[in-house]
C-alpha cells in the first residue's frame, strides 16, 4: 500500500525528496533490511539505514526493550555491539531469542550508573571505529544532545539506537490504575500521581524534538488467546507475545503503525493484520474469581 | 622519627609549634606519655612518663590523646613519598622507614648526598629523623636509634673506615629510624659514609647497649642482668650457649645485625621494574606542564616495554607535591597497549581533577602491570565469535579502554551464559577480550557458551536479587490473580505454568540454623501478562504448605 503512495506522489515531489535525502547524505547510508516486508517497505529507505541515530520510545518496558534489542541484534550481524544499560539487569537467554542465534556473544554491555555518562559513553563508542550498532537507555535527551549524537553517528561507523526509558519508579506507574485502598496514606497517593505526571510527559505530544532520523514507540498488548485446535495452549494461557509498533516520525517517510507478534516457539517476528479484539468474556468471568 | 605523633600534630596545627606538649594513652587507669614534642623533652619529659608526674615538671604542659591509626597512616604516606629515592620502602614499627638504596644512591650523587637531601626535606615537613645507612637492615635500625647523635660514634665511624678492608658491598641498606637521643639531628654529611664490610660493622655496633639488637624487653632486661650490656659483650659468647639461653631470637637479630643471615625488607609497594621518573627544575602547578611531561614519560615508558616485547596494563602516575603528600591517577588497559596518545587520552580526563596543590617537584610514571605484547592477538573476541574479525578486537579495545577508565574497571562486559537451572546462576559477566575456556572434568561446574534450550522462555531483564511482590493466587498450585509490584497493582489475565526449578543440591552444604530462611528452596515459576498485555516472570519460594503464607518474587520481565 505504501509502495503503491509512494509511486503516485507528483514528481516535482519526488525530484525534492531526492534533493532533500541527498543535502542529509541520507540515501548514500547503508540499509539494513528490518526482516519484516511490512515495515521494510513502508521505510523510504527499504530498510533501518545505519550509521544514524534511531529513538525507540517506551511505553511498556519490555516491549520497547526487546523492539530496540530486536533492531540491535539485526545490526549485530555488521559487528560487534554495544549496550548502554542503565540497570545492570539484562539476561542473556532473553536477549538471545531477539535475533539469531548467538548473535550475544557479539554483543558488549555496560553499565552506566549517571545520564551523563551514558550520554558520554554513547558519543565515544558512536566516534570509536569498529562497532556496529550502540544501545542507550536513558530518561532524557535533549534536542542538542540528540544532534550531538546524530553527528557522533555520521562520523563512526555505528548506528545509534536511543532507548527512552522513563525513571524507574515511573516506569510501572505509566500503566495500571493507583491502589484506591483506605491503607494508602495521602503522601503516597501524591507520588503515585506524580510518577504518573512524569510518565504522562513522555507521551508522544509532549516530547522534545530529536535529531534521530526515526522514532518509534512500542507498547505490549495482550496476546490474542490461542486457537482451539492447539493442544498445549488453550483459553486464559498465554498466546504469543504481541506488540503495537507505532513509527511516530520517519525523516524523509511517513508514519505507521504495526501490531507485531512473535512466536515463543521459534523466535520468529511476524507482522500481524490489526483486527480490534473482541473482550474475551470467558476469559475475563474466570480471572474474577 | 622519634617524635613522629607531636610533629604530626604539629604539622597541622601552628599553635602547637610553640609550647611544650605530649600525647598520652591510657594504661591502668592512668594515664602515660605516649610522645613528647622538643619542648617538652628540653625539660626532660620522655615517654612512659604518667601524665601527673609529666605535669609536675613542667605544669603548663598540654596533651592530647594519641592516635595511633592516625599516626600509621601518616607513616605509610611517607613511606609513599620516599619512594622518590628508591621503589623498596618498608615500614618499620610505628616511627620507622627501611629504605633499600641499592642501587639507587648514584642517582641522587650517592649516599651521602641522599641522606642529606632526605633529612633536609624531612626537616622542612617539621619532622624530627634520624638515618643511619648500613649494609644490613639490623646494624642501620641500631645505629639511628642508638648510635647516631654521639660524637663518639661519629669519631669511631670515621677511624674504623679508615682501617677497614675495602670489601665489596652485598646489598647497602639505609634506615631512618626512632633515635631515642633528644638532640636535634647533626649535620646529615656526617652520617652517611656508609661502614664497609663485616669487621667494620661488627666494631661499630661492639659500644652499643645490646637494645639495638631489636631484641624484647625481656631478653634485654634478662642480658643486662647477666652483665651483657653491650653488643661487643655478646661476640664472645658461643653461639650455642645463646640459643640455649634465649631461643633462637637474640642470636637471630645479632646474626642479622652484622649480615650473616640475610634479612628481606617487606616494601610497602611491590617494587615497579618499569618505573620512568621526571624531576621538575622548580615545583609546577600547571596542568599543561604535567601533561606535557606525561606525553613524555609515557613516550619514554612505551618504548621501554616494548623493547621488553611487553604492553602496560595498569598505569600508575604519581605526583610528588614539595609538602610531601602524593596525589596521582590510575589508568588500566583491558588489553596490553603500547600507543603512548591512546594511554594519553585515558589520562585526559583524571589528569584536570589532580591537585597539585602547591607545586609538584617529582613525577614518576610506572607499569606495575604488564603482558607480553604481541601485535597479533590471538585471545579475545575471536574464539567465541568466529564471525568477529581479529581487527575489530584492536579497534575496540581503545573504546573499551576509556570506557574502563571513567566508569569504572570493569565496566565493560560480555554476558556469557552458563549452563545451569538456577536463573540467576546461568549468566555471567565477563571482560569483554577475556579468552572464553570451557572448563574440563567437573560436570558441577557450569559450562560456558551454551544456552540450556532456546525453547524454555526467558525474560529480557532479570532482577538480581528478585523483587518481593505482593500476590494473592489460590492455592496450592495456582498462579496469582492479582499481584503487586512497586505499589502498582496487577492483574494477571494469563498465564503460564508452573516451571518448577530445584535448588543445585550438588552445591553447598545443609544449611545451619540461623540462614535457613536465606537457603535455596524449590520454585515455581510462572509466565503470566498482565491486561496490558505486559509480562513478567513471577515464582512462588518454597512448595506450598498448608498454613504458611507463601512468599511470591517478581524475578524478571518478558519482552
Not at chain 1, 527512552?164 to 515511573?170: F, G, I, K, M, V
Not at chain 2, 623498596?88 to 650517592?110: E, R
Not at chain 2, 652520617?191 to 652499643?208: I, K
Request: hydrophobic share 40%; charged share 25%; with cysteine.
Amino acid at each position: 500500500m505504501t509502495q503503491r503512495q509512494n509511486r503516485h506522489y507528483h514528481p516535482d515531489l519526488r525530484a525534492l525528496r531526492a534533493r532533500l535525502g541527498a543535502l542529509q547524505r541520507l540515501d548514500r547510508l547503508p540499509v539494513l533490511a528490518f526482516g519484516l516486508d511490512a515495515i521494510d517497505t513502508h521505510l523510504p529507505w527499504g530498510g533501518m539505514p545505519c550509521g544514524c541515530l534511531h529513538e525507540v520510545i517506551d511505553r511498556a518496558d519490555g516491549a520497547s526493550a526487546g523492539f530496540a534489542g530486536v533492531l540491535l541484534a539485526r545490526f549485530s550481524e555488521r559487528g560487534p555491539v554495544l549496550w548502554l544499560t542503565a540497570r545492570d539487569d539484562l539476561y542473556p537467554a532473553g536477549l538471545e531469542r531477539l535475533g539469531s542465534a548467538g548473535w550475544t556473544r557479539r554483543l558488549l554491555v555496560v553499565h552506566t550508573r549517571r545520564a551523563a555518562d551514558t550520554l558520554w559513553a554513547m558519543e565515544e563508542s558512536l566516534r570509536s571505529p569498529g562497532l556496529a550498532g550502540v544501545l542507550a537507555e536513558t530518561a532524557k535527551l535533549t534536542l542538542s544532545q540528540s544532534r550531538r549524537l546524530q553527528l557522533a553517528a555520521e562520523t563512526g561507523s555505528a548506528t545509534g539506537l536511543i532507548l527512552r526509558r522513563p525513571p524507574p519508579s515511573a516506569a510501572v506507574a505509566a500503566k495500571g490504575e493507583p491502589i484506591s485502598s483506605p491503607l494508602d496514606s495521602s503522601s503516597q497517593a501524591d507520588a503515585l500521581r506524580a510518577d504518573a505526571l512524569r510518565a504522562d510527559a513522555l507521551r508522544a505530544d509532549a516530547l522534545p524534538a530529536s535529531a534521530a532520523v526515526t522514532r518509534w514507540r512500542i507498547a505490549a498488548l495482550p496476546s490474542r488467546p490461542a486457537q482451539s485446535g492447539d493442544g498445549f495452549r488453550g483459553d486464559g494461557f498465554l498466546g504469543f507475545s504481541r506488540w503495537r509498533v507505532e513509527l511516530l516520525r520517519c525523516r524523509g517517510g511517513r508514519p505507521g503503525h504495526w501490531t507485531m507478534e512473535q512466536n515463543d516457539e521459534t523466535g520468529a517476528f511476524t507482522v500481524v493484520a490489526e483486527i480490534p479484539d473482541r473482550p474475551d468474556r470467558a476469559d475475563a468471568a474466570r480471572m474474577a474469581v | 622519627m622519634p617524635r613522629f605523633p607531636t610533629d604530626r600534630i604539629a604539622r597541622t596545627r601552628p599553635a602547637w609549634r610553640s609550647k611544650p606538649f605530649v600525647t598520652t594513652f591510657a594504661e591502668r587507669g592512668r594515664l602515660i606519655v605516649g610522645a613528647a614534642n622538643h619542648l617538652a623533652e628540653e625539660s626532660g619529659i620522655g615517654p612512659c612518663l604518667p601524665l601527673a608526674d609529666a605535669q609536675a615538671i613542667l605544669p603548663s604542659l598540654a596533651s592530647l590523646p594519641a592516635n595511633p591509626e592516625a599516626d600509621a597512616e601518616a607513616l605509610a604516606a611517607l613511606a609513599d613519598w620516599c619512594h622518590r629515592y628508591t621503589p623498596w620502602v618498608g615500614i618499620n614499627g610505628a616511627d620507622g622507614l627501611f629504605l633499600d638504596i641499592t642501587g639507587c644512591a648514584h642517582l641522587m650523587g650517592g649516599e651521602d648526598a641522599l641522606g642529606a637531601d632526605l633529612l633536609k626535606r624531612l626537616e622542612s615537613f617539621g619532622l624530627t629523623a634520624r638515618a643511619a645507612a648500613a649494609h644490613t637492615p639490623g646494624a642501620a635500625w641500631a645505629f639511628a636509634r642508638f648510635g647516631i647523635g654521639t660524637e663518639r660514634f661519629a669519631s669511631l665511624l670515621c677511624s674504623a673506615q679508615g682501617s677497614a678492608a675495602k670489601n665489596p658491598a652485598p646489598d647497602s641498606l639505609y634506615a631512618k629510624e626512632n633515635s631515642l637521643c633528644a638532640a636535634r639531628p647533626r649535620p646529615a654529611a656526617s652520617l652517611f659514609p656508609l661502614p664497609e664490610g663485616e669487621d667494620v660493622v661488627r666494631g661499630l655496633l661492639a659500644p652499643l647497649p645490646v637494645a639495638a639488637l631489636r631484641i624484647s624487653a625481656a631478653h634485654d632486661s634478662e642480658l643486662r642482668r647477666l652483665g651483657l650490656k653491650r653488643i661487643g659483650d655478646l661476640y664472645a659468647i658461643p653461639r650455642a650457649a645463646l640459643v640455649r639461653r634465649f631461643g633462637d631470637s637474640v642470636a637471630l637479630r645479632l646474626d642479622q645485625a652484622v649480615g650473616h643471615m640475610a634479612e628481606p625488607i617487606s616494601p610497602r609497594r611491590p617494587a615497579d621494574p618499569d618505573l620512568v621518573r621526571h624531576a621538575f627544575a622548580e615545583p609546577v602547578r600547571e596542568r599543561a606542564v604535567i601533561g606535557a611531561v606525561l606525553d613524555r614519560l609515557l613516550a619514554t615508558l612505551c618504548q621501554r616495554l616494548e623493547r621488553k616485547g611487553r604492553g602496560a596494563r595498569r598505569l600508575d602516575f604519581t605526583l610528588y607535591r614539595t609538602d610531601g603528600t602524593l596525589t596521582g591517577a590510575v589508568a588500566s588497559t583491558s588489553r596490553p597497549a603500547l600507543d603512548p596518545k591512546h594511554l594519553a587520552r585515558l589520562f585526559a580526563e583524571k589528569l584536570d581533577r589532580l591537585d597539585p596543590g602547591l607545586g609538584v617537584d617529582l613525577a614518576t610514571l610506572g607499569a606495575p602491570l604488564s603482558e607480553a605484547f604481541s601485535l597479533r592477538q590471538t585471545s579475545g573476541l575471536a574464539p567465541a565469535t568466529a564471525r568477529l574479525a581479529q581487527g575489530a578486537v584492536d579497534e575496540l579495545a581503545p573504546l573499551v579502554d576509556r570506557l574502563d577508565n571513567r566508569l569504572g574497571a570493569g565496566t565493560a562486559r560480555r554476558l556469557v551464559p552458563m549452563d545451569s537451572h538456577i536463573p540467576e546462576r546461568a549468566v555471567q559477566r565477563r571482560p569483554p577480550f577475556a579468552p572464553i575456556s570451557t572448563p574440563t572434568g567437573s560436570s558441577a561446574r557450569a559450562t560456558p557458551g551454551r544456552i540450556v534450550a532456546l525453547r524454555t522462555v526467558r525474560p529480557l531483564r532479570l532482577f538480581d536479587p528478585p523483587e518481593p511482590i505482593d500476590a494473592m493466587a489460590p492455592v496450592p498450585d495456582h498462579p496469582p490473580v492479582l499481584f503487586r509490584w512497586r505499589t502498582r497493582l496487577h492483574r494477571v489475565k494469563r498465564a503460564e505454568g508452573p516451571e518448577r526449578i530445584a535448588p543445585e543440591w550438588w552445591r553447598g552444604s545443609t544449611p545451619s540454623h540461623d540462614e535457613r530462611d536465606l537457603a535455596p528452596r524449590t520454585r515455581d515459576y510462572y509466565r503470566v501478562e498482565d491486561e496490558d498485555g505486559r509480562r513478567f516472570w513471577l515464582f512462588r519460594r518454597g512448595l506450598y504448605q498448608p498454613g504458611a503464607r507463601p512468599s511470591w518474587f517478581l524475578h524478571g520481565l518478558f519482552s
